[in-house]
């Protein structure tokens, strides 16, 4: 037998926990099914301050010391006071989002909310498609579109999404949605290849910085089978020149995938637009053809870093392309080159080679002046005198040294001289030279100056 002293520790131990278990309380908040929420103790309210007090969960009664708790649950809190040997009773309400097909590991589903104001307490739910609110009102961001639920005299809502993916594309490309209308700032992202769960509504898809416009219907399984753009060049560049739509590079000798569409591509900055017109799941090459115009160098050794260059296509007066790049991007045939000073001098570049390299020489022409009573000069031009090179220089001054880059060639310099005599015939007199490839070549050439004699 135990001794007399313990026997009554026993006795007393027993009365406390009994008193105990008499001064908690319960707390029971049922739900469709089973999870856990969280539970804290209110230690004061001015300011506000708890405690954790434990993970309970739902639809089975959690053992509390009588005070005020703050419950948090998905996307919701609420507050409760449990009472001395009473049972406090809640209900959750379950909020359930139905994908179209069963959700893929890799799928993406998002759910944002703010749980708990107060404490800026906010939650981002990734592919969970099951939640239990602990309020029947709640604002939530679903995917990109806001949403308000709302429980009359129902414990649970259910809503059907669609389900949105880019066809698989290199380099796991990735892929952006946001809301088409609406003033909230938000967008959602995914891998191509993969599906994105969204409610239904309208949205803009945006990959490789363009954008098409979609609408999503309850229970749709859409895929997006992009255009693909390729520029074929004719040897990589050191970066990329192409701009689509105005700022979007385009790399070159790589497919780029795009939503189907028309675009406006630039192969150089400066060079006017091509409209091209995308289409769904097919493939548009362009051709380019590369250019590289070096400078010529003086005869001191000192060579020009760059030139303005200016193309034009086919019998066009005006260029498609000016520029001072030494290595120039284009697409067409019976493309014409000019260079600065020169522009209407020019060299028609050879339609079956895509590739076109040339070195520029260098003109020195020095006036000589000759002063004559009977006739004077009145033109002075450079003219092409076969091909490649066709067209003919702007006038060239009669009185000072003209220097020039000109394209490596056969050239004639034309002379016309007028006389004082209106009856005697104009003459033309020219003179033929070889511009070579960074060479420089000097030719003098008499000019008259008309002599007025003063009449005794």
Request: charge should be positive.
């Amino acid at each position: 037998m135990l001794p007399a002293k313990y026997t009554m520790l026993l006795l007393l131990s027993t009365l406390s926990a009994c008193a105990q278990s008499l001064r908690n309380g319960k707390l029971l908040v049922t739900a469709p099914h089973a999870a856990t929420f969280e539970i804290f103790r209110v230690m004061s309210t001015s300011p506000l301050r708890f405690v954790a007090e434990r993970t309970a969960r739902f639809n089975s009664p959690a053992v509390l010391v009588p005070a005020r708790y703050l419950l948090l649950g998905d996307c919701s809190h609420t507050f409760v006071t449990v009472k001395a040997a009473t049972t406090t009773h809640l209900q959750a309400y379950h909020l359930v989002f139905t994908p179209p097909h069963k959700a893929e590991a890799k799928a993406a589903f998002s759910v944002q909310c703010q749980r708990f104001a107060t404490t800026s307490s906010r939650q981002h739910l990734h592919n969970k498609f099951s939640l239990l609110l602990l309020t029947p009102r709640k604002k939530l961001l679903v995917g990109t579109t806001p949403l308000n639920v709302v429980y009359h005299h129902s414990t649970q809502r259910q809503f059907a999404l669609a389900a949105l993916q880019v066809a698989p594309a290199p380099h796991d490309m990735r892929f952006f949605v946001f809301p088409r209308h609406g003033l909230l700032s938000a967008t959602d992202s995914q891998l191509s290849g993969r599906w994105l769960y969204l409610l239904p509504g309208e949205y803009v898809v945006e990959f490789n910085g363009m954008r098409t416009a979609i609408n999503l219907q309850q229970g749709e399984e859409k895929v997006i089978h992009p255009a693909t753009l390729y520029i074929d060049a004719p040897q990589a560049a050191p970066r990329a020149i192409a701009h689509i739509n105005g700022n979007r590079v385009v790399p070159l000798n790589e497919p780029l995938p795009l939503p189907a569409g028309r675009v406006s591509l630039r192969l150089m900055p400066d060079s006017q637009p091509l409209a091209l017109t995308l289409r769904r799941g097919a493939r548009t090459v362009i051709n380019a053809r590369r250019l590289q115009v070096t400078p010529a160098c003086q005869a001191r050794g000192v060579c020009t870093n760059t030139t303005t260059v200016s193309l034009y296509r086919d019998k066009a007066d005006t260029p498609f392309l000016t520029t001072t790049a030494g290595e120039i991007f284009f697409t067409g045939r019976t493309v014409r080159l000019g260079i600065e000073g020169t522009p209407r001098l020019t060299h028609l570049l050879p339609d079956q080679l895509r590739q076109v390299e040339l070195q520029l020489g260098r003109l020195q022409l020095q006036p000589r002046r000759m002063d004559s009573t009977t006739q004077f000069s009145d033109l002075l031009r450079l003219e092409a005198i076969t091909r490649p090179l066709q067209g003919h220089s702007d006038d060239l001054s009669l009185t000072r040294s003209t220097e020039l880059q000109l394209l490596p060639g056969r050239y004639r310099l034309v002379h016309y001289i007028s006389s004082a005599n209106p009856a005697v015939p104009r003459q033309r007199r020219s003179t033929t030279f070889t511009i070579h490839p960074q060479r420089t070549h000097r030719l003098t050439v008499s000019v008259f100056k008309l002599k007025l004699v003063a009449r005794k």
